[in-house]
């Protein structure tokens, strides 16, 4: 079993940077690919970034490339979303996820956080 939390949301204006965190309980959260998913208002949830276990892989939505990374620590058992030169468009609810069931960027994975709201002011 592995718990997710996130945390970092907020309101942040156009050009502005969060970080998101996901904190992850349970001693095999070294051993899951993790991702990072989003979900506005009427739209379906769709990929953000997602990080092999191992943290050699890291894998970038085309739409955030070059302004979003994705990274993890181990030693804190923590996946991190640093997320630079907002736009309106990035608005949404971020869940992170732990253990694709297949494809990592499907919503397909075995453990999902509650999520956390990220909004971009024009």
């Known amino acids: 079993q592995v718990q997710l939390v996130e945390s970092g949301g907020g309101l942040v204006q156009a050009g502005g940077s969060l970080r998101l965190s996901c904190a992850a309980s349970?001693?095999?959260?070294?051993?899951?690919?993790m991702g990072w998913f989003r979900q506005a208002p009427g739209k379906e949830r769709e990929f953000v970034a997602a990080?092999?276990?191992?943290?050699?892989?890291?894998y970038h939505a085309d739409s955030v490339k070059g302004r979003f990374t994705i990274s993890r620590d181990y030693a804190k058992n923590t996946v991190y979303l640093q997320m630079n030169s907002l736009k309106p468009e990035d608005t949404a609810v971020y869940y992170c996820?732990?253990?694709?069931?297949?494809?990592?960027?499907?919503?397909?994975?075995?453990?999902w956080g509650q999520g956390t709201q990220v909004t971009v002011s024009s």
């Open positions: 349970g001693r095999t959260f070294s051993s899951y690919h």
């Open positions: 990080i092999s276990w191992s943290g050699d892989n890291t």
């Open positions: 996820a732990a253990g694709p069931r297949g494809d990592v960027t499907a919503p397909e994975y075995y453990y």
